[in-house]
């Protein structure tokens, strides 16, 4: 069965800091993506992050690139976000998914691309 659990939110001020964590079981990294998205109340989800698990390749959203990073740890089957600089329009409940196949310019924010999702993080910016 596969299970995605993501873990690191929390309050935090303007400028600062988290990483997240999103831990696979039931798979592994060596196929397919691990896309981040963002819940904001009152918005419609969006994509924030992907990560190409075929050939390493990485996406971003235009609000967060520069300052967002996504990576993997093999050895723990973990796709980590990490956040710099953080704004309050980031607050959102964060969250996880995998997708199979091959992941592009034009798909890897496609919500409907993602089979498997986790329950999400909350992250709130704010003084």
């Known amino acids: 069965q596969v299970q995605l659990v993501e873990s690191g939110g929390g309050l935090v001020q303007p400028g600062g800091s988290l990483r997240l964590s999103c831990t696979g079981s039931?798979?592994?990294?060596?196929?397919?993506?691990i896309g981040w998205f963002r819940q904001a109340p009152g918005k419609e989800r969006e994509g924030v992050s992907c990560?190409?698990?075929?050939?390493?390749?990485?996406y971003y959203d235009d609000s967060v690139r520069g300052r967002f990073t996504i990576s993997r740890d093999y050895a723990k089957n973990t796709v980590y976000l990490q956040m710099n600089n953080l704004k309050p329009e980031d607050t959102a409940v964060y969250l996880c998914a995998r997708r199979l196949g091959r992941v592009g310019w034009a798909s890897w924010h496609l919500e409907n691309e993602y089979n498997a999702w986790g329950q999400g993080t909350q992250v709130t910016v704010a003084s």
């Open positions: 039931g798979f592994t990294l060596d196929r397919g993506a």
């Open positions: 990560l190409s698990n075929d050939d390493g390749r990485t």
